[in-house]
């Protein structure tokens, strides 16, 4: 019985130790298949997390995957420096990795690669092995992983095909932006003797800091036989040089360049540049375009720019940069050792920027500007018939090429520290339009029937009030006349007959006629223009303010080419033309507002701005022509601090136009000048609009 005991225990020992051992094997399976699971079992995933790191820039983690006999080909500096060159300097991303198959005996993958790059999408099948170390699986790696067909010493190139800029044309095909020529002063740091003597020279030369020039000399890219270009001037013409008194300032810049030349290291070439040759007549319509900033690439990123690119920054060249960038082409392609070219990986055709031609006739723009450049003032014109905007000038004004050459600090701070406000676009602003508005009540009060234009109002003499509770204010004027109908107020501008005149049309009615001729509105116009208003709290809140409101003063302001398209309802029924600057083949009126005015009040209107210009007394005689009927109103608005002030500036005003549309060249002018008082008022605007008109109709 002991023995079948111990016989039963031994038994029981055995099993115990039988089933230890069975654990211990199965633990040790399964930390190795666990381990194995752990340590990447399959290399497609290997794959996968290298592939990942590329768009994460972790080139580093990606050569820890290397195999070791790769890792001996290649040093963890090198590999980081070739990945990271070639995919950023494609600019690789939206990287896709499709596995299609696995040889297991041989661990070999098999996959599908895509990615955008500058040049486009790039796809292609490739393959890769693998070895087993330390109990990982690492990556047989070589160059053609990056592209198959790479080789160790062939060399991913990036091409860019610039995108030529769009012209900007005036109406007859005058270039009013274009490609130019102009000259580029570059260093080549390794040819200066006296480095800093030398800086200090150039930089005087130049009109900039030395500063600014060493620091364009410090940037990484430079090398000692790098020319680096420092500055871009205008370029100097040999003709103009030629003639028998050469133009000063340009014969200043031909000495300026030729001392530079004479500096050891410096360098002076030709290099393509934006060029306005309207210069400063066109500035504030044109524009100016400038090289690309960081926050430009920021605001603008994916949209092609690049350090190297220009972008519009105001006026036509701001407006249309979509259509006048266009898109660079590119190309992305290996070369071998000898620099062959072995495959084309991508490419992009480059679409140059397309040309922008607008309505706008250079010689009248000119004209415009030359008759006005020495005043603060604006001019609009327009066909009063079509809507074709003629001429858009602002006054004085600045080079808009001088923003292509690179603008100093000192000059930048000269032009906006100037006085008379170069910078400041005048005819986007809303004025005072003063007599000039006269029509606009006439027009509004034969409407409305709360004038009938046989009334004679009475003559008042040179002052008026309607009664006491006005206190110290009258409405006061420069002519008496006899009978004071409409035609003759007109003829006469009178102040008294269009604040009575106002005063019968009433605040209500006042206010809804000018809004319904965009007053409040925004103008339906390529460029943004400041809208025109007849009160700054959106309501005429006085009867002297309404008083004050008919003969153009109070708190109206107009907008000139909002001007100019009300003057338009006057020629066409009563309805106001649409204004465009984008030129069109087939012209066809658009209207803005239809039906403001009927047919008989637009004539009736009209006929009376006829005479302002034809009637020997009327105020814009001084334009009147034997060969072509005109018509138009003169203004001269006060712009004062108070009632009581007596120091305020004048706004002198012309606004002329012919009235029959099947004169040869249909045209309508508004124009103003600043600080007219003590220079003729409006007179002086009309005789310089005279002459503009004088040219105009002489003209082919």
Not at 5 to 27: D, G, H, L, P, T
Not at 97 to 115: A, C, H, P, R
Not at 149 to 155: F, I, N, S, T, V
Not at 531 to 545: K, P, R
């Amino acid at each position: 019985m002991k023995r079948r005991i111990n016989r039963i225990k031994r038994r029981k020992r055995f099993y115990i130790f039988i089933m230890a051992v069975m654990s211990i094997s199965i633990i040790i399976t399964l930390s190795f298949v666990m381990g194995r699971e752990d340590v990447q079992k399959n290399p497609g995933q290997v794959l996968l997390a290298y592939m990942d790191c590329i768009s994460k820039k972790r080139y580093s983690e990606m050569y820890g995957m290397l195999a070791g006999e790769s890792a001996a080909i290649i040093s963890r500096k090198d590999f980081i420096k070739r990945n990271s060159a070639i995919y950023e300097g494609t600019g690789a991303k939206n990287i896709t990795v499709d596995i299609t198959g696995y040889d297991q005996e041989n661990l070999t993958v098999k996959y599908n690669t895509s990615f955008d790059t500058a040049a486009g999408n790039v796809r292609f099948m490739n393959k890769v092995s693998f070895l087993e170390e330390d109990g990982t699986y690492k990556m047989i790696w070589d160059d053609s992983v990056i592209f198959p067909g790479l080789g160790a010493y062939d060399k991913v190139r990036v091409s860019t095909i610039q995108a030529r800029r769009g012209e900007i044309l005036d109406r007859n095909g005058k270039v009013l932006a274009g490609k130019g020529v102009a000259s580029s002063v570059g260093i080549i740091p390794g040819k200066l003797e006296s480095k800093k003597k030398s800086i200090k020279k150039i930089a005087k030369l130049l009109g900039v800091e030395p500063e600014n020039i060493e620091k364009q000399l410090s940037a990484k890219w430079v090398k000692d036989d790098s020319l680096v270009p420092v500055k871009t001037l205008p370029k100097v013409k040999d003709a103009s040089l030629l003639m028998d008194t050469p133009n000063k300032d340009v014969l200043r810049e031909y000495k300026r360049q030729k001392k530079l030349s004479g500096i050891k290291g410096v360098v002076v070439s030709d290099t393509e540049t934006r060029e306005y040759p309207l210069k400063e007549a066109a500035a504030h319509l044109i524009g100016y375009v400038q090289n690309v900033t960081a926050e430009d690439l920021e605001k603008h990123a994916g949209k092609g720019y690049t350090n190297s690119s220009v972008i519009g920054k105001t006026g036509i060249e701001g407006l249309f940069e979509k259509e006048l960038k266009g898109k660079n082409g590119c190309r992305i392609y290996i070369t071998g050792p000898e620099g062959e070219e072995k495959e084309e990986l991508a490419y992009i055709p480059v679409q140059h920027g397309q040309d922008i031609k607008l309505t706008v006739d250079a010689s009248l723009q000119l004209q415009l500007y030359e008759s006005f450049k020495t005043d603060k003032g604006c001019s609009v014109s327009i066909n009063p018939f079509t809507g074709e905007v003629l001429a858009l000038t602002s006054t004085p004004s600045y080079d808009s090429n001088a923003f292509i050459m690179g603008m100093s600090v000192k000059q930048w701070n000269l032009l906006n520290n100037d006085d008379s406000k170069p910078l400041y676009n005048r005819f986007r602003q809303a004025w005072c339009p003063g007599s000039t508005f006269k029509p606009v009540t006439a027009a509004i009060g034969l409407q409305s029937e709360a004038i009938n234009p046989e009334e004679d109002f009475g003559n008042e003499g040179r002052r008026w009030q309607k009664d006491k509770s006005w206190g110290t204010y009258y409405v006061t004027t420069l002519h008496t006349y006899n009978p004071v109908v409409l035609e003759n107020a007109l003829v006469y501008s009178d102040n008294i007959y269009f604040a009575k005149a106002a005063l019968k049309i009433g605040t209500e009615e006042m206010e809804r006629a000018l809004s319904g001729i965009g007053f409040n509105n925004r103008i339906p116009f390529e460029i943004k223009m400041g809208g025109s208003g007849y009160s700054n709290t959106g309501h005429i809140e006085s009867e002297i303010q309404l008083a004050d409101s008919g003969y153009g003063q109070g708190q109206v302001l107009v907008n000139p080419l909002h001007m100019a398209c009300i003057y338009t309802a006057f020629c066409n029924n009563g309805n106001i033309i649409k204004p465009y600057l984008l030129y069109k083949k087939n012209v066809k009126a658009e209207y803005w507002i239809t039906g403001v005015f009927s047919k008989k009040t637009s004539k009736k209107v009209l006929d009376g701005i006829i005479k302002v210009v034809n009637n020997p007394h009327g105020t814009g005689y001084a334009a009147h022509r034997e060969d072509i009927v005109l018509a138009g109103k003169t203004g001269t608005a006060e712009i004062k601090a108070s009632k009581e002030d007596t120091s305020g500036t004048e706004l002198g005003w012309f606004t002329v136009l012919t009235p029959d549309k099947n004169v040869k060249k249909p045209v309508l002018i508004v124009s103003m000048a600043e600080d007219v008082n003590g220079r003729g008022g409006s007179g002086y605007v009309t005789r310089k609009v005279k002459k503009v008109l004088g040219e105009w109709f002489s003209g082919n």
